[in-house]
């Protein structure tokens, strides 16, 4: 069995709210390669950005990581470690490109400062070292005159640049795992392909694995060679890129897909899933999908579905899995 | 980042500090009377304003002028100092409580809370008549020591709300230790608030020394004060307005500048500027 980089297993997060607990991450589990790009999909509060602040167990005051849930990386276990070891990972092995660059960008420090820290904290580098290595990094994430730029304030460079910066702290000290937060979905259209060109670059130079987080489907395509499509706190399918466009297992995934738009589309409105998502206090019993779902029968308001084998890699959490003559044509 | 209004509401009472500075900082130069001089004639005692003495002399023949500048050097040196100490003391303590939040901030908040209803003024009295003649050092220390709780509140409160913002998050995720981020990522937002805070508080303590000063419970006769000027004015002797309106020009000056100044700050340092 081939050594993961990284593994998850059995991840839950529940905040303490005035209903109850919120589970907000509920039970996730899934395994990384080295120098691979898995897409993480989901609308918005299915917990996928959540999953990804717990791996650096930067989870927000007032959530909790429950015992019992395991996160392994390069064979140590983030959630047991000293909090000083915790530092040295991350954005050293493990890094972060936060969505808006505007606001997780200090607006009080230079962008040369905020990419020579990440070197000043994680090595023995002096100043002058970090910063020549900052001026270094930020061209090679496309910044044109960056010793001038690495002088600037966040606001004096456009979203994309800043994205840029993002990105060049976030990669300086080539981590083994970059996870990004839906790092094109603040960017005007053009920009946002030159960052994801970006991104694929230097994945390809430096052969980091990357986490990428996104409710685009479009940008998973282009980047991912697997999927994990996130609801309601759980992970409701895991498939290849290619499999999961062509034969989607999960309602829910095909829903996410009939609503992409395609430009030789001939239906005159997008196709959208009906319903919205339960609240993170109560899930419903059974299949959280269930009240959204076409297909779904009595089975589906008892009995939770398991996370079930469709294909080699292709699972899904479906009771159609088993019962595939279900299906509503 | 300051416009050009902001400029200009700022001229004024900078320069006005600037000058008044710079004259009692060339006190020995610009009057060639020694503030505590006693003329051996005695004649010139009482004397209103003439060309030989512009500010007049006090019953004991004094010059006023070269006691008003020389005045200035320890006002204005107390206010300084007790400032800086109340300053860098309420935002330290503020700026702790505010990070570390939880059941420590609330205890550190309810403990200002007794602090604060305590009037300073009264502390001030009990401890100066209780000391007797403080000398000036213990003047700026008492000063100082009862002046941080305002300062405490608004930096505790500046850091609550930082410690929110996305970007300490970020510093988080690249492996930044948390002091670090309180103080370089953290700390310099804090910095305009500190800089008005301080300046408004400059104001008030000039007042408050002078107050001390005039009952004789804070910087001693013979050491010229613009308080103890004052209360030279208050002795017995008839009428001698030079004594009063002069070091009184001298204190409402200071106080209406930092005042002024402090709002001016506070307009050109809000974080308006931000324009993404």
């Known amino acids: ?329 | 980042m300051t416009s050009r209004t902001d400029r200009r509401r700022l001229a004024l009472p900078l320069a006005s500090l600037v000058l008044l500075s710079a004259a009692a900082v060339g006190a020995p130069w610009i009057v060639s009377v020694p503030p505590n001089a006693i003329p051996t004639d005695g004649i010139i005692a009482s004397m209103p304003p003439s060309l030989a003495h512009p500010f007049g002399t006090d019953s004991l023949g004094r010059d006023v002028l070269s006691r008003v500048l020389h005045g200035a050097r320890i006002s204005l040196a107390i206010a300084l100092l007790s400032v800086a100490l109340s300053t860098s003391l309420g935002a330290a303590y503020g700026a702790f409580a505010g990070w570390i939040g939880g059941r420590v901030d609330t205890v550190c908040m309810r403990l200002l809370d007794v602090a604060l209803s305590v009037p300073r003024l009264l502390v001030l009295l009990v401890v100066a008549a209780l000391w007797g003649a403080l000398p000036n050092g213990s003047l700026v220390l008492l000063l100082g020591l009862t002046g941080w709780y305002d300062v405490a509140r608004l930096v505790r409160g500046d850091v609550r709300a930082l410690r929110e913002r996305e970007f300490v998050l970020a510093a988080r995720a690249t492996g930044v230790r948390e002091a670090r981020i309180l103080l370089r990522h953290v700390v310099p937002h804090v910095w305009p608030t500190l800089v008005v805070t301080a300046t408004l508080a400059v104001a008030h303590t000039i007042a408050l020394e002078a107050g001390l000063s005039f009952l004789g419970l804070g910087v001693q006769p013979p050491q010229a004060s613009w308080g103890t000027i004052l209360a030279d004015g208050f002795t017995p002797g008839g009428a001698r307005w030079w004594l009063t309106v002069f070091p009184g020009v001298a204190i409402v000056t200071v106080v209406l500048a930092c005042n002024a100044l402090g709002d001016a700050l506070r307009e050109a340092l809000s974080p308006r500027q931000v324009a993404a």
């Open chain 1, 1 to 329: 069995m081939t050594r993961h980089l990284l593994t998850v297993h059995d991840l839950r997060v529940a905040f303490a709210t005035e209903a109850g607990p919120a589970r907000a991450v509920d039970g996730v589990s899934f395994t990384m390669n080295a120098g691979e790009t898995v897409g993480l999909v989901g609308e918005s509060g299915c917990g996928k950005s959540l999953t990804a602040l717990s791996l650096l167990r930067l989870v927000p005051d007032g959530g909790r990581i429950a015992p019992g849930s395991r996160i392994t990386f390069e064979e140590q276990d983030v959630l047991a470690m000293p909090e000083r070891t915790l530092r040295a990972l991350r954005g050293h092995r493990l890094s972060m490109i936060f969505q808006e660059p505007m606001t997780a960008l200090n607006p009080v420090l230079t962008v040369g400062d905020q990419v020579a820290e990440v070197v000043r904290v994680h090595t023995t580098a002096s100043a002058g070292e970090a910063w020549t290595r900052a001026v270094d990094m930020l061209a090679q994430v496309g910044i044109p005159d960056p010793a001038a730029r690495a002088r600037q304030y966040p606001h004096e460079l456009s979203g994309g640049m800043r994205q840029r910066v993002m990105i060049a702290m976030a990669l300086i000290l080539e981590p083994a795992l970059v996870i990004a937060d839906e790092p094109t979905t603040a960017l005007d259209v053009t920009i946002q392909a030159q960052i994801l060109e970006l991104l694929r670059d230097l994945r390809d130079r430096t052969g980091m694995a990357l986490l990428l987080i996104t409710h685009d489907l479009g940008v998973v395509a282009e980047m991912a060679s697997r999927v994990l499509v996130m609801y309601a706190g759980e992970v409701v399918e895991e498939a290849p890129v290619a499999l999961l466009f062509d034969a989607p297992g999960h309602p829910y995934t095909e829903g996410l897909l009939a609503a992409v738009p395609t430009l030789d589309s001939t239906r005159e409105r997008l196709h959208t899933i009906p319903g919205t998502v339960p609240a993170a206090t109560a899930w419903p019993a059974g299949c959280r999908f269930r009240d959204r779902c076409a297909h779904a029968w009595e089975r589906c308001t008892t009995e939770p579905p398991a996370l079930a084998q469709l294909g080699p890699a292709h699972r899904v959490r479906c009771h159609l899995v088993q019962e595939p003559e279900r299906r509503r044509a």
